[in-house]
Nanobody
Framework: QVQLVESGGGLVQAGGSLRLSCAAS????????MSWFRQAPGKEREFVAA????????YYTDSVKGRFTISRDNAKNTVYLQMNSLKPEDTAVYYC?????????????????WGQGTQVTVSS
């Protein structure tokens, strides 16, 4: 069982930055690939970024490439999402998710555990 708790969301002006954190419980954090998803009002939840178990492999959706960086610290059981050059369209609830194994899955159906989410609001 893995419990995930996100933090770091908030209100920021367009062009600003935020760093999201997701703290995981349990001793097997390094066995899971980790991802960030987001859900904007009235829209379906969508994939944002994924990082492999050792933090070497990463994958991003096109809309955040060059602006967002996903990373992890297995010693701290934490995954991060550094978000720069934020745009109003990045406004959403951001969720972290964990999937056992090496796959950088982009379908939410493949993920085993989810956090409760943290709100990110970008004003224009």
């Amino acid at each position: 069982q893995v419990q995930l708790v996100e933090s770091g969301g908030g209100l920021v002006q367009a062009g600003g930055s935020l760093r999201l954190s997701c703290a995981a419980s349990g001793r097997t954090f390094s066995s899971y690939a980790m991802s960030w998803f987001r859900q904007a009002p009235g829209k379906e939840r969508e994939f944002v970024a994924a990082v492999g178990r050792r933090g070497i492999s990463t994958y991003y959706t096109d809309s955040v490439k060059g602006r967002f960086t996903i990373s992890r610290d297995n010693a701290k059981n934490t995954v991060y999402l550094q978000m720069n050059s934020l745009k109003p369209e990045d406004t959403a609830v951001y969720y972290c998710a964990a999937v056992m194994g090496p796959s950088l899955a982009r379908s939410q159906n493949e993920y085993d555990y989810w956090g409760q989410g943290t709100q990110v609001t970008v004003s224009s």
